[in-house]
């Protein structure tokens, strides 16, 4: 038996999941981040799964979405680069808030997130030591090269237009997992995509792979490629999540 809550931590609505009864006790915590357009509620499985696996499961709103959107549906397609980068920036007081309440038993935390929750999770990643083991599913850690193809924040056809987009994308750099591969090698980390993904190209995840391998930074990285899936969560996904999570946190 599992129990969902909706819950404030750090000014930002989150479903709550736990095993039943445990609400005020230490446990092994996941931070899970929602995709692009979605919102804490449709991927709330992953909190029932997790919940029932013994974690503690946080899932906020990203900025703009569930409880917090706007209603502006054209000014988001528009955000995506400046809300994965909040989304990004806000683990550090929801990690404290976390800890203020006493809720992550032994420093046991970890991240995981799906789409751009997969990319917030791989940000995360590169500056915070204290999350035990992340795992992105059909994200990328690229984000400074994805920026040009992947919802980019405006079109580019003069130099004006290119600074402006520079000026977006430039704070991002420093998640980017192409200089930061030595600080999200020490960690166990799952990459799972689908090979066929229509949104975000699973060539994205295969590239960190390489990346990895060919530096020998490999030892603590577990990945999953699935056949014939296009850019969805599947059963085999969730499964891989949740024996991750069951293994490393």
């Known amino acids: ?104 038993d032994n420093r046991r935390l970890a991240v995981g997130g799906a789409s751009m929750g997969g990319m917030t999770a791989l940000g995360i990643m590169t500056h915070h030591p204290e999350v035990r083991c992340v795992a992105s599913l059909m994200g990328s850690g690229y984000f400074t090269t994805l920026a040009r193809t992947l919802f980019p924040p405006l079109v580019v056809t003069t130099p004006e237009q290119q600074r402006k987009f520079d000026a977006i994308i430039a704070p991002l750099s420093q998640w980017d997992v192409s200089t930061q591969l030595a600080h999200i090698a020490d960690r166990p980390l799952l990459l799972w995509h689908g090979e066929q993904d229509d949104v975000v190209p699973a060539a994205e995840s295969f590239r960190l792979q390489q990346a990895l391998q060919e530096q020998g930074l490999d030892t603590n990285l577990t990945y999953q490629w699935e056949a014939g899936v296009t850019h969805r969560i599947t059963p085999q996904a969730l499964s891989a999540t949740t024996d991750f999570f069951s293994r490393y946190l």
């Open 1 to 104: 038996m599992i129990e969902l809550q909706v819950e404030q931590f750090a000014g930002v609505e989150t479903l709550h999941a736990f095993p039943a009864g445990k609400r005020a006790e230490p446990l092994p915590c996941v931070v899970f981040y929602h995709g692009f357009t979605s919102s804490k509620l449709v991927y709330s499985y992953f909190a029932v799964a997790l919940a029932q696996a013994g974690f503690r499961v946080v899932m906020p709103d990203a900025p703009d979405h569930g409880a917090r959107f706007s209603g502006d549906v054209e000014r988001r397609l528009h955000q995506f680069w400046q809300i994965l980068q909040d989304n990004i920036e806000e683990f550090t007081a929801l990690r404290d808030a976390l800890e203020r309440f006493e809720l992550i």
